[in-house]
């Protein structure tokens, strides 16, 4: 049962019509006839759920598996990108856990995911602006401003045209992400 990612003490996601997703924990495995195997997992409420699956099914990804959740060190990763387990409910658990410590700017790759505070937040200030210009993205905190920072350094010193692209849904702050961005870009100083 070696290539059985599913072990005592994997975490995993199961679908949760109030929360979206729990979280569960695997506490038994049991390898049956014909290559079946059954998993138990306890969830965070303590419900016991059993899946009945084959080890073949196991190796290649395949039946009603659930996903598997990321240790606790890549819950508040800055990058989804680095999660070793990049599905559905990580994303989500990681956004929400970022949110929660006040961090609104998650990347995804080259992506900059904002979830709108619905309020007025301390993160644009001259000194802010200052902060993030010069560096180099991923040196500090996901911000707006390091996206920003990112497309002139490419455009001034590399002569590359950019394009930085805001998109969302009605009321997700577009039109206030598209001035700040134009507020950095007009006080960063022109750098040869």
Do not use: C
Not at 56 to 83: M, V
Not at 98 to 105: E, F, G, N, P, T
């Amino acid at each position: 049962m070696a290539d059985n990612i599913y072990t005592r003490g994997t975490r995993v996601w199961f679908s949760d019509k109030e929360q979206g997703w729990i979280s569960a924990e695997v506490t038994q495995v049991s390898k049956g006839d014909n290559d079946s195997v059954k998993l138990v997992f306890v969830d965070d409420r303590g419900k016991e759920i059993t899946i009945e699956t084959t080890g073949k099914d196991i190796k290649d990804g395949k039946g009603d598996l659930p996903p598997l959740r990321n240790p606790p060190l890549l819950e508040t990763a800055d990058d989804l990108a680095t999660l070793s387990h990049l599905n559905e409910p990580s994303v989500l658990h990681t956004i929400r856990n970022r949110y929660a410590q006040h961090s609104i700017y998650t990347y995804s790759g080259i992506v900059l995911i904002a979830v709108n505070p619905f309020q007025r937040v301390t993160l644009y200030g001259p000194e802010i602006i200052q902060a993030y210009s010069g560096r180099r993205k991923g040196e500090l905190e996901p911000h707006l401003f390091a996206i920003a920072e990112d497309a002139y350094t490419r455009m001034s010193k590399e002569g590359q045209g950019q394009t930085i692209i805001v998109s969302g849904e009605s009321g997700a702050g577009k039109t206030e992400s598209a001035k700040l961005i134009m507020r950095f870009l007009a006080s960063v100083n022109p750098r040869v």
